[in-house]
């Protein structure tokens, strides 16, 4: 599986991107996707999550009514639709994908993501 994320870039705060995660490879309908990124600084965190088949959505509280993740099979293509940025989701995002189904309580996980992106860097600033 290859995956390279892009998108990222400079947006004042209040401001909108969306950022696409190409994926290669594989059939995208059998892969999960997660979103995550990595401020400076910090931890890299999960954001969201997309399961096989589009059946499921995961979304990190701190970005749950802001964010939207979603899949173009077509394209095989994941996007994270991100409104109403502030300073503070300044980081670089990583896509990421995992053959298995995600649960609640794991969905965000790292190691159970066996194939990652680049990343794309994200700057909220005025």
């Known amino acids: 599986v290859q995956l390279q994320a892009s998108g990222g870039g400079l947006v004042q705060p209040g401001g909108s991107l969306r950022l696409s995660c190409a994926v290669s490879?594989?059939?995208?309908?059998?892969?999960?996707i997660g979103w995550f990124r990595q401020a400076p600084g910090k931890e890299r965190e999960g954001l969201a999550c997309?399961?096989?088949?589009?059946?499921?959505?995961f979304y990190a509280g701190s970005v749950r009514d802001r964010f939207t993740i979603g899949r173009d099979t077509a394209k095989s293509t994941v996007y994270l639709q991100m409104n109403r940025l502030k300073p503070e989701d300044t980081a670089v995002y990583y896509c990421?994908?995992?053959?298995?189904?995600?649960?609640?309580?794991?969905?965000?996980?790292?190691?159970?993501?066996?194939?990652w992106g680049q990343g794309t860097l994200v700057t909220v600033s005025s």
């Open positions: 490879g594989v059939n995208l309908d059998y892969y999960t």
């Open positions: 990421a994908a995992r053959n298995t189904s995600p649960i609640t309580s794991t969905w965000a996980l790292e190691d159970d993501y066996h194939s």
């Open positions: 997309i399961s096989r088949g589009s059946t499921r959505r």
